[in-house]
């Protein structure tokens, strides 16, 4: 087995790049290899896969995912750190052939050069729903993955109606995948060490659950429904639903929809929220 970046090393890198983490970018690096060989097995990485990673940093991640996976594909926005990753793939052992680094923002990325099969990622934690939610509605061929995000979001992720962390996030995932916890992180496998828990969320996606005419309306809905979450969804949705354009409003459209009107977003399932953009439609 290679030998992984250890914490030493990490900051010795960091150093002569003059890299210094920026909560601006959400910059914790991992500094524990059996931290990182835990998630890659988590992930379930197989020998023929094409692996994703944002936000390689420093590439503790990366090192481990080369380890199995076919190639890696690793999106880093910052450029020193995009520039380093294959240098530090080349120290410790790996063919450089292996790697593509693609240096931009992964928010705006559309197109990659090979079509990944598997996220493996401990995402920046100021973006990590935007950037999930990108990745799983513009690149399909991702069939599962293991993401690290703050264990807020965690749990806001895998979430169930009724649960107080149910909200937009939990019911927009499953558009796309079905999400399970799939255990925490100690603060002390980061450098330097986050005020807040880390956690792993793993998914697998299944087909989406309707065109992309269906999910813009769909999110709209949603959307509404969670800004004002404590309101009823008559209330709530009220301004998606002009008595103008539709007679009764709100409350006649989520009727006829098959839904309480009086019911609140945080009971719903994705479902119910499709019946309810179907009515504007």
């Excluded at 197989?46 to 199995?68: H, K, V, Y």
């Excluded at 989406?208 to 949603?222: M, W």
Aim: glycine share 6%.
């Amino acid at each position: 087995m290679t030998t992984l970046l250890g914490a030493a090393e990490i900051r010795d890198i960091a150093a002569r790049i003059g890299v210094n983490p920026t909560k601006k970018l959400g910059q914790n690096f991992v500094v524990d290899a059996n931290t990182c060989r835990r998630i890659v097995k988590v992930a379930d990485v197989q020998r023929s896969d094409i692996a994703l990673e944002i936000g390689p940093g420093l590439g503790s991640l990366t090192l481990a995912l080369l380890e199995i996976a076919r190639s890696v594909i690793a999106v880093e926005i910052d450029e020193r750190l995009a520039a380093e990753l294959p240098v530090t793939v080349a120290a410790h052992g790996f063919d450089s052939d292996t790697l593509i680094v693609r240096n931009e923002d992964a928010l705006t990325t559309r197109v990659l050069p090979l079509d990944p099969t598997i996220l493996v990622a401990n995402l920046p934690y100021n973006i990590s729903v935007p950037v999930l939610l990108h990745f799983l509605e513009k690149f399909p061929t991702i069939r599962s993955g293991v993401v690290m995000v703050q264990s807020e979001v965690a749990d806001r992720l895998v979430a169930r109606p009724g649960s107080k962390n149910y909200g937009s996030p939990s019911v927009k995932a499953t558009w796309w995948a079905d999400l399970a916890p799939a255990g925490n992180v100690a603060r002390q496998v980061f450098w330097p060490i986050p005020n807040v828990d880390s956690s792993l969320v793993r998914f697998v996606r299944h087909p989406a659950a309707g065109d992309e005419s269906e999910r813009s309306s769909t999110f709209s809905v949603i959307d509404a429904a969670f800004a004002q979450r404590r309101k009823m969804l008559r209330g709530a949705l009220s301004q998606l639903f002009s008595p103008d354009l539709f007679p009764g409003g709100a409350e006649a459209a989520i009727i006829q929809a098959g839904v309480d009107p009086t019911a609140r977003g945080e009971t719903l399932l994705l479902r119910d929220f499709m019946a309810i953009a179907n009515t504007l439609a």
